[in-house]
């Protein structure tokens, strides 16, 4: 669909329908089969907003379907919950470090995608838009969370880490065995100060592989923003998963 991310090519999936307990539009649930799951998982996916259900080999259809219908309401109010969608499309503002960026398309320049002020313009074809405004955002976050790291890792008298950008659904970052770092690059759709803990957070791993007292004295040292940019993530983490 234009606009979305195309899904990777996988066996198609058997799914179920719920029905709202007042009506309204039946929600599709994509089961999974899972030979090594105890019990019946159901989850939304806080990015795309899709329902799953694991189901155990034993389970049937119809018990797949009882357990659904049981659900139905919790499903429904779990999906209300979920923060607006923003598809990158011309037009559309998105936050950037505190501030914003208006996607702009420029259809006969040359280039990919390129900030003028306060917007992101980007070229050729429209339904390229989403990537390339992807794109953009993914290489200035590489930049400029592996300039914050290497500062904050010289702080604590360590090499620039390397640093990987990524986009996991359940953590902001991490700190690997070798060193490397972890990050998201939707950490730049939040404030400036939620990405500066982030990266804080993970350096200060390097030195101290847990989260004991030193290791929270150690985050303290590398940024002013801890108390402040863990409510942020609390409170609004789960919508930086659905832009783009
Ligand atoms: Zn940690």
Redesign the pocket.
């Known amino acids: 669909m234009f606009g979305l991310r195309r899904p990777k090519p996988r066996a198609p999936a058997r799914q179920l329908q719920v029905s709202p307990a007042k009506g309204g539009a039946p929600i599709a649930v994509t089961l999974r089969r899972n030979h090594r799951a105890r019990r019946l998982v159901l989850t939304v996916d806080p990015g795309g907003g899709a329902a799953a259900l694991v189901i155990p080999p034993y389970v049937s259809i119809g018990e797949a379907q009882a357990f659904l219908d049981s659900r139905a309401e919790w499903l429904e109010r779990r999906m209300k919950s979920l923060p607006p969608r923003v598809v990158f499309a011309d037009g559309a503002v998105i936050p950037f470090l505190g501030a914003t960026l208006r996607l702009s398309h420029a259809p006969d320049a040359r280039g990919t995608a390129w900030r003028e002020a306060d917007a992101l313009r980007v070229a050729g074809d429209p339904r390229h838009l989403p990537r390339r405004a992807t794109d953009w955002l993914k290489r200035f976050a590489r930049d400029e969370f592996a300039r914050l790291a290497a500062e904050k890792a010289s702080a604590l008298g360590k090499p620039a880490p390397r640093v990987s950008i990524r986009d996991p659904k359940r953590q902001w ?3 690997a065995r070798d060193g490397t770092l972890r990050l998201s690059w939707r950490l730049v759709l939040a404030p400036s100060e939620v990405a500066d803990y982030v990266i804080a ?2 350096v ?2 390097l030195a101290e592989m847990n ?1 004991g007292r030193e ?1 929270w004295a150690a985050v303290a040292r590398l940024t002013p923003h801890m108390s402040q940019a863990r409510l942020w993530l609390r409170r609004h983490g789960r919508a930086l998963l659905r832009y783009g």
């Open positions: 970052g991490s700190c957070h993970e200060a791993h989260h290791f």
